[in-house]
Nanobody, 118 residues
């Protein structure tokens, strides 16, 4: 069974940057069969929504709200995907979750809290 752990959240001022990590662990055959990765954000009082996607070939797609400010990268040797967030805005505040693609309800973790505030 694959397990995902997010890390790297914190408090940052508007205009600042953070890098979130999503580390996967589990049987090698399960990790190798992953089709892609997704990042979601749940703002206070709102539904969780997808903001970023990377397929297993490295192609990425971003929600318009974060496009041009966020970037995805991965380290296959560490089974880790990174979400680099630049020029953060107060509206980026929320809990950030990663999941695989297609997303699995069984893989939601604790998420990483990101707070953008002066």
């Amino acid at each position: 069974q694959v397990r995902l752990v997010e890390s790297g959240g914190g408090l940052v001022q508007p205009g600042g940057s953070l890098r979130l990590s999503c580390s996967a662990s589990g049987p090698p055959e399960s990790l190798m069969s992953l089709m892609g990765w997704t990042w979601y954000r749940q703002a206070p009082g709102a539904q969780r929504e997808q903001i970023a996607f990377m397929n297993n070939r490295g192609s990425t797609r971003f929600d318009d709200a974060v496009k041009d400010r966020f970037a995805l990268s991965r380290d296959d040797a560490r089974n880790t995907v990174y979400l680099q967030m630049n020029n953060l805005k107060p509206e980026d505040t929320g809990i950030y979750y990663c999941n695989v693609w297609p997303p699995s309800d069984a893989l939601w973790g604790q998420g990483a809290q990101v707070t953008v505030s002066s």
